[in-house]
C-alpha cells in the first residue's frame, strides 16, 4: 500500500457542479495538508489538518471546503470553482511533534475547471 | 513574516557537479528539506537537515548554516534524470513549514 493516495487523478468539472477530492494516508502520521500548484508557481498551502483540528489559511475562497474524519482521510470538497482554480491539488501528511517532520506527498489530483 | 528564496532556474552538464543555493526566514524552526519534484508529478523527499553542517546521501548532500538561514543541495555526477525542480522547504510544525519556488534545473547532454 502506497504512503499516500489520492483519487481521482483527473477530473474536468463545470463552473456549477459539485465534487469532491480524496486523500488518504497509510503512514500513521498525525498532520495532513491541502496544497494548490499552478503552472510555474510555487506550492500554495490551503489547508492543514494537526491532530484532527483544522488550521485554515484565511485567502483560500469558501468554494473550497476540506474534511477531516479521522487521521487517516482527508477530503476537499469543491463547488462553483473558477477557470482559475484549475489546478494540481497535492494532499501531504506528516508526523508533528518528532524531528524529521517532512512531509509526504500523494499524486495529486490534476482539476481542470471549464 | 516567512520567507524562502531560492534561483529560478539553472542550467548544467551531464557529468558534473551543481549547487542550488537556498535562503529562509520563518517563524520557528525545525529543520530545512529539500524535494525534488518532475513535472507533472507530485515531490518527493531528498533530504533534511536540523543541524548545522553537510549531509551526505550517495549523490546528493545538503548544507545547512542556521545562523546565516541558508542551505544549499549539492548534486553530483549529474544524470540526465535529475532533470527536475528542486524545492527547499524550512518552517516549524503545520502552518509554519513553507515551500520555497523551486528551481529549475536543466541537465544537458
Known amino acids: 500500500e502506497t504512503g499516500v493516495t489520492q483519487t481521482p487523478r483527473h477530473l474536468v468539472m463545470g463552473m456549477t457542479n459539485k465534487k469532491s477530492l480524496k486523500c488518504e494516508q497509510h503512514l500513521g502520521h498525525n498532520a495532513m495538508y491541502w496544497y494548490k500548484q499552478s503552472a510555474k508557481k510555487p506550492l500554495e498551502l490551503m489547508f492543514v489538518y494537526s491532530l484532527e483540528e483544522r488550521v485554515e489559511n484565511n485567502s483560500v475562497p469558501s468554494r473550497f471546503s476540506p474534511e477531516c474524519p479521522n487521521s487517516s482521510h482527508l477530503f476537499l470538497h469543491l463547488h462553483t470553482l473558477q477557470p482559475e482554480d484549475s489546478a494540481l491539488y497535492l494532499c501531504?501528511?506528516?508526523?508533528?511533534?518528532?524531528?524529521?517532520?517532512?512531509?509526504?506527498f500523494g499524486p495529486g489530483t490534476r482539476l481542470t475547471v471549464l | 513574516g516567512q520567507n524562502i528564496d531560492q534561483p529560478t532556474e539553472m542550467t548544467a552538464t551531464e557529468g558534473a557537479i551543481v549547487q542550488i543555493n537556498c535562503t529562509y526566514q520563518?517563524?520557528?524552526?525545525?529543520?530545512l528539506f529539500w524535494y525534488q519534484q518532475h513535472a507533472g508529478e507530485a515531490p518527493t523527499f531528498l533530504s533534511y537537515n536540523v543541524l548545522d553542517g553537510l549531509e551526505e546521501k550517495g549523490r546528493f548532500s545538503s548544507f545547512l548554516s542556521r545562523s546565516k538561514g541558508y542551505s544549499y543541495l549539492l548534486l553530483k555526477e549529474l544524470q540526465m534524470k535529475d532533470s527536475a525542480s528542486y524545492l527547499c522547504?524550512?518552517?516549524?510544525?503545520?502552518?509554519?513549514?513553507?515551500f520555497g519556488p523551486g528551481t529549475r534545473l536543466s541537465v544537458l547532454p
Open positions: 501531504a501528511s506528516s508526523q508533528l511533534h518528532g524531528t524529521g517532520n517532512e512531509q509526504f
Open positions: 522547504a524550512a518552517g516549524g510544525y503545520g502552518q509554519n513549514f513553507v
Open positions: 520563518t517563524s520557528g524552526f525545525n529543520g
